[in-house]
């Protein structure tokens, strides 16, 4: 003690003394002893007393009120460091006064007070950051939020960024939420985002982050992309307590280092209380998100659900998964069920989405959801093209919740798909049963209309006639009294009551403006009354009226072919030509010009005018060979090959003169086709390749049309040929072995022309590689989706071939039975296809096995090589096939005269079957007598 | 009174926590700024040119703020310059490699970096042998975890898409960061797209920005990945919004330029 009070005297020790000791005290950690020291300093010179020569009054208050505030005497940190800046306004010292000023009020509650201590103190350089930062706290405190997102914005804007930054960004978004300034928030929480590794509290973020996603996702309109940011943010339970741990170490190892200092100021101190404040939050915040079971299924049910709200079905979907996987019985599985089959429905995933849909009827039965969801997936599935699966949908949806809100949504929709997949009868008996349970519904009007329509294409003229009578009468401003009026005129028609017909349509086009959208469509069937009146020039007037109405495609080109029929009939091929040329030019762009091309190139024939007709088919063609997209090119391709295949016609002098050469014939489709801008361009080439093999074709030249077809596969990449030339061009590729690239073909045609009408040479290419390779599953699949989706319009017996033998191949025998006796009995298919179905019908038999089947596969066998000998792959398999039953009858003179009777057959000497015939011939001469041979009969005799 | 204004001075003073210091077993510290290193041992002059060394081996660790060219590298990395982040990194991946094991070293950081720059120049085999001395040296689980992904995305640099796909299963048998995960996804991505099996491949792009959403330096990444499935699946919608999502949203990387550049042949 430097100070000691006597009896009768008081000895003053030396005020450099006292500093000296004071400053002993602070380097031995006794803060208590050096404040005393301090404040009888502080008093001796309030007395009058002078500090020694250098030593400022300013730094000895700063002192005091520095070490106050380190043992926590807050009032009188607080007094020291007042009266400090009572004298000492700018400066460091001034600057390190209101630091320590600030925080004792703050300490003691006084926020209020400490607020514009602080905001005084942001002018220091020195304290800046920490001034704001203390003043958004204290204003916060102090209830001033607009004071504490001042200083917070103005903090973050130019602070370092660290846990201090990161810190008060949390809390500026905290902030702005409470303030209801959501979009304030978004920008705080992006901020954040991209520091997010010096963000210490990440259970404080996840739980800013889902209110702020929940807020942003509630407001209106909903700000989907912020709530999705937000939700983004949010860390799954297992990855955040992962993280969080790694963050308190580190906050700890600061908090120890802080205080492993051996002088720490007075920023130092709070910083210490700060970070274990903070530590002591977080693991509190831990601790709540650790007892919650249902955590990340919250979390992933809005993420899944923002996703899905703002278009990301695929991610949706992804996360509905793996909510419904990891958390089966959670409380959002329900709404996580409804959403992942919406999600499947827009990424035109059905299978996917029937698989959904089915687990979700198996794990909640009863739930209010499931109609929505059934009606859901029976809109996607018609949306994909697949009927089966859209009326199963609406079939279980009806009949399982009939009184749902839904149901009477879904019969609509169920009769509009019976009707849409031609299955009129049905289509009737749905609207019926729609009109009957809801005669008042909101959708009573369309299915009472739908039912007369159904009635109607169903070839019941008369009742149709009826039924949209009634409906003209129960609804005479209804939305089909026009369409009703006019199918009337069209069941007489079909009647074929051409005056009612007549007349109905003379009203009809009295009561309708010209520019209604049926009046076309009107004058089109008056054309057909006219004609089947006979009326042929009345007729072709009432057609090209027609022309000038509104039109659709199919509708258009019907009224375009009648009259190129009522034309050619009348022998006006001019006429016709001029009429499909008028069309030509005034629709340049429109589909049909091809068309018109085929049509002039035909037409012109028919006059004679063959080189005419060439040159304006070229002409036309030119405009579009470019494109891959038009496949109708290939159409007009093979109409102007075929005129250029003809032969030439005798001169005057009646000498014919000799063919062109396939040169000269080449040439010629290169001046017609090609021009100075399109010369390089591969679709060009790969047409120009074509044209020439069509002609090679017309003219018996195999050969030659395979070298061309073959230079397409070889030399153009698939991206640049049409549908039709990818399936013309993979199948040769196929047969000349080159699999891969007659792969590249159909791949490219099933992905990036799935609608086309080539696009069953894609699928049933792919079914024959897959077969090949023995991927039996994937060659059914694609075999089955070459009749189901592509609609098999080329390549309808080559897919049930394709899905038969893939079945007899899978074992599959009674399924695979069935497609090969529906092949067999095709007359329209008879050929190859017969040979090899009456020939797996034999061997499925064969599998079968049993002597009575036996017997059945050696008729089918012998049927192939009596009956269908052309085709001497299947008789040479039939050949031995039945040698081989034979001996498993124990026949073997038979067998053996079958086996002979084969190799006398020199065509099915190359084939592998009749060296297995010599081997058995050899082995079986051994056993046989040859007077048994003789008295047997066998094979085809 | 030079003590007094020392203590004053405190108040005021920049503390030292950022300080590079060795700690040695016995706890006695010995700043870098104090020593050089010579073989295998720390050096420090204590005047006169006497000499006091430390062993290497009685470091117990380091106390190091992360090094400015670390940060300065991945953002390079990131921006798809991984020459210049290769040349930023080696001096820290040399400087830290005699701590390469000791807690505080930045030597995984670096080397990681590193490695992942040397991928990224399909410098496949310096990229092998950097992966495989991280997997045979750090001490970070994380760290070796990414050189295993380093070694299969290798594969897939081989054209060995199978491989990389077994390697993968192996690797992700071990619980993994999230970045990790992020990244073992796109791999997946990858080789799904190798094969073609689109459908497959939009399904593990999209775990990135599905589950691992602060992911940022991957997010590109995968959103390219999930563009071209897209295309390839035959989505050229979805594929035109991934491309402008890239675009909008990462407009420095590298990806975004790609994504301009595919998207303008949808």
């Known amino acids: 003690m430097v100070a000691v009070a006597g009896v009768h005297a008081q000895i003053q020790v030396p005020l450099p003394m006292i500093l000296g000791e004071a400053d002993a005290a602070i380097k031995a950690r006794k803060a208590a002893d050096a404040a005393a020291l301090l404040d009888m300093v502080l008093d001796r010179v309030a007395k009058g007393e002078a500090l020694p020569p250098g030593v400022s009054l300013a730094n000895v208050q700063l002192l005091a009120a520095n070490t106050h505030f380190q043992v926590q005497n807050y009032p009188r940190a607080e007094a020291v460091a007042k009266e400090l800046l009572k004298t000492t306004t700018t400066g460091l010292a001034a600057g390190d006064g209101r630091l320590v000023l600030g925080l004792s009020l703050a300490l003691q509650d006084k926020f209020a007070e400490a607020v514009p201590v602080f905001a005084a103190l942001e002018e220091s350089t020195t304290h800046r950051d920490k001034a704001l930062m203390y003043r958004s706290m204290a204003a916060q405190q102090s209830n001033q939020p607009e004071v504490a997102i001042d200083a917070l914005n103005r903090l973050l804007a130019s602070a370092p960024r660290d846990a201090d930054w990161a810190d008060s960004a949390l809390t500026l978004i905290s902030l702005q939420l409470q303030q209801g300034n959501l979009p304030a928030a978004r920008r705080g929480l992006e901020l954040l985002r991209g520091s997010l590794n010096t963000v210490d509290n990440l259970a404080g973020l996840n739980v800013l982050g889902l209110q702020l996603g929940d807020s942003l996702l509630n407001s209106n309109p909903p700000d989907l992309a912020g709530a999705l940011t937000a939700y983004r943010t949010v860390l799954p339970r297992a990855d955040l307590v992962r993280l969080q741990k790694q963050r308190i170490a580190r906050m700890e190892a600061l908090a120890a280092r802080y205080k492993a200092l051996s002088q720490s100021s007075v920023s130092e101190s709070d910083a210490v209380r700060r970070v274990e404040a903070r530590v002591a939050a977080t693991k509190q915040a831990l601790e709540e998100i650790g007892k919650r079971a249902d955590y990340d299924a919250t979390l992933f049910y809005r993420l899944g659900h923002t996703f899905l709200q703002r278009g990301g079905a695929w991610e949706a979907a992804i996360i509905f998964e793996r909510l419904l996987k990891e958390y089966p019985q959670a409380e959002e599985r329900e709404l996580a069920f409804a959403e992942l089959v919406r999600a499947y429905a827009d990424t035109g995933r059905v299978d996917r989405m029937r698989t959904a849909l089915d687990e979700f009827m198996r794990a909640t039965p009863d739930s209010k959801l499931l109609p929505q969801a059934l009606y859901v997936a029976a809109q996607a599935a018609y949306d994909r093209g697949r009927a089966d699966m859209q009326l199963e949908f609406l079939q279980v949806g009806i009949s399982r919740y009939p009184e749902a809100e839904m149901t009477e949504f879904m019969m609509l929709m169920q009769a509009n798909a019976h009707f849409s997949g031609s299955r009129f009868e049905e289509a009737r008996e749905s609207a019926d049963a729609y009109v009957t349970k809801y005669p008042e519904g909101r959708f009573a009007e369309d299915a009472f209309y739908l039912r007369a329509m159904a009635t109607l294409v169903l070839g019941r003229a008369s009742d149709a006639i009826k039924e949209i009578n009634e409906y003209l009468a129960k609804y005479p401003e209804g939305r089909f009294v026009a369409d009703g009026r006019y199918r009337i005129a069209a069941a007489q028609y079909a009647m074929q009551d051409y005056d009612a017909a007549e007349r109905q349509l003379d009203s009809w086009l009295s009561d309708y403006s010209s520019d209604h959208h049926q009046r076309g469509e009107a004058l089109s069937t008056q054309g057909d009354v006219y004609a089947g009146q006979g009326r042929v020039e009345d007729a072709i007037k009432s057609y090209r009226a027609a022309l000038d109405g509104s039109l659709s495609d199919d509708q258009l080109g019907y009224v375009l072919d009648e009259l190129t029929k009522h034309y050619q009939s009348k022998r006006d091929f001019n006429t016709a030509a001029v009429m499909w040329e008028n069309f030509a030019r005034e629709r340049p762009d429109h589909p049909f010009v091809i068309n018109a091309a085929y049509w002039i190139g035909r037409l012109r024939a028919r006059e004679g005018k063959v080189e005419e007709a060439i040159g304006q088919m070229g002409e036309i063609a030119r405009r579009y060979i470019t494109d891959p997209n038009r496949d109708a090119v290939e159409r007009l391709l093979t109409q102007m090959a075929s005129l250029l295949a003809r032969n030439p016609r005798p001169g005057p002098d009646g000498v014919r003169p000799p063919p062109p050469s396939p040169e000269q014939i080449a040439a010629r489709i290169e001046r017609e086709l090609v021009s100075g801008e399109n010369h390089r361009q591969p679709t060009v080439k790969a047409r120009v390749l074509f044209t020439e093999a069509e002609v090679a074709s017309l003219r018996k030249n195999t050969d030659l049309r395979d070298r061309l077809l073959g230079r397409i596969g070889d030399e153009i990449a698939p991206e640049h040929l049409s549908p039709g030339l990818l399936g013309r061009v993979g199948d040769l590729l196929r047969e000349q072995g080159k699999l891969d690239r007659a792969r590249a073909c159909y791949d490219h045609l099933v992905l990036r022309y799935p609608r086309s009408m080539y696009a069953d040479f894609g699928y049933v290419g792919l079914g024959e590689l897959a077969y090949i390779a023995g991927d039996y599953d994937s060659a059914l699949v694609y075999f089955t989706n070459a009749i189901d989706r592509a609609g098999a319009r080329f390549k309808l017996l080559e897919a049930t071939l394709g899905q038969a033998k893939t079945l007899l191949a899978n074992n599959r025998l009674d399924a695979a039975k069935d497609l090969f006796e529906q092949i067999a009995s095709n007359r329209a298919w008879r050929g190859e296809a017969t040979a090899q179905s009456i020939y797996s019908l034999g061997e499925i038999l064969l599998k079968r096995g049993g002597s009575e089947n036996l017997a059945q596969a050696q008729a089918h066998f012998q049927r192939v090589f009596i009956s269908y000998k052309k085709f001497t792959p299947w008789v040479a398999k039939a050949y031995l096939n039945s040698g081989q039953t034979f001996e498993r009858l124990g026949q073997n003179p038979e067998a053996l005269n079958t086996y002979r009777e084969m190799l006398r057959d020199e065509r099915l000497h190359p084939f592998p079957e009749t060296a297995r015939a010599r081997e058995r011939i050899a082995v079986l001469e051994l056993q046989v007598p040859a007077s048994a041979t003789a008295a047997s009969t066998g094979g085809a005799s | ?266």
Request: charged fraction near 25%; proline fraction near 5%; hydrophobic fraction near 45%.
């Open chain 2, 1 to 266: 009174m030079k003590s007094l204004f020392c203590a004053l001075a405190a108040l005021v003073a920049v503390s030292p926590l950022c300080a590079q210091r060795y700690i040695l077993r016995d706890n006695r510290v010995l700043n870098h700024a104090d020593v050089t290193l010579k073989g295998a041992n720390l050096v420090r002059v204590i005047g006169d040119g006497a000499e006091i060394s430390y062993p290497i081996s009685q470091v117990a660790r380091l106390d190091w703020p992360e090094p400015e060219d670390i940060e300065q590298a991945r953002q390079l990395f990131a921006a798809g310059k991984a020459t210049e982040a290769e040349e930023k990194i080696t001096p820290i991946y040399r400087q830290f490699a005699p701590f390469s094991k000791l807690p505080g070293s930045w030597w995984s950081d670096a080397a990681l970096i590193r490695a992942r720059a040397l991928l990224a120049q399909e410098k496949r085999e310096e990229a092998e042998r950097a992966a495989r001395e991280l997997m045979s040296t750090s001490a970070d689980p994380d760290t070796v975890v990414a050189a295993q992904l380093i070694m299969a995305r290798v594969q897939m640099l081989l054209d060995k898409p199978d491989i990389a796909d077994a390697m993968l299963d192996e690797i992700m048998r071990k619980d993994a960061s999230s970045e990790i995960e992020a990244r073992a996804a796109i791999l997946r991505g990858d080789i799904a797209f190798a094969r073609k099996e689109f459908e497959k491949a939009i399904e593990f792009y999209l775990q990135v920005p599905a589950f691992y959403g602060t992911e940022e330096a991957v997010m590109p990444l995968a959103l390219l990945g999930s563009a071209r499935s897209y295309r390839g699946y035959g989505d050229t919608a979805r594929a035109e919004r991934a491309y402008l999502d890239i675009m909008v949203t990462y407009p420095d990387s590298p990806e975004a330029a790609i994504a301009k550049t595919e998207s303008a042949t949808l």
